[in-house]
């Protein structure tokens, strides 16, 4: 029963460090050096606007890496990877 606590914690953490690994700061860079909408997932809805070549922490890519899960000022949403 102890090296099943042991090898279900070092699981645990395997996969915490493996999320942060993942995890990387890019910037906005759009075209027109304008502001980039992040978007919420369910609806599609603006949820803030990032400023031009402000960062963003980007967790994952959906959509053959057309879309990124972001985190900007605490609000997480969907940006497109083109303007990152």
Same mark, same amino acid.
Not at 50 to 68: G, K, L, T
């Given at each position: 029963m102890k090296r099943l606590s042991v090898l279900l914690i070092a699981a645990v953490l395997l996969v915490a460090t493996m999320s942060a690994a993942l995890a990387s700061t890019m910037y906005v860079d759009t075209a027109n050096h304008k502001t980039l909408n992040l978007r919420s997932?369910? /609806?599609?809805?603006?949820? @803030?606007?990032?400023? =031009?070549? @402000?960062?963003?922490? *980007?967790?994952? !890519? !959906? =959509?053959?890496? @057309?879309?990124?899960? *972001? +985190?900007? /000022? &605490?609000?997480? &949403?969907? *940006? =497109? +990877?083109? =303007?990152?």
């Open positions: 997932y369910e /609806n599609d809805k603006v949820v @803030a606007q990032i400023p =031009y070549r @402000a960062a963003v922490e *980007v967790h994952s !890519f !959906f =959509y053959n890496d @057309a879309c990124a899960n *972001v +985190t900007y /000022n &605490g609000q997480s &949403g969907w *940006v =497109y +990877t083109r =303007y990152l």
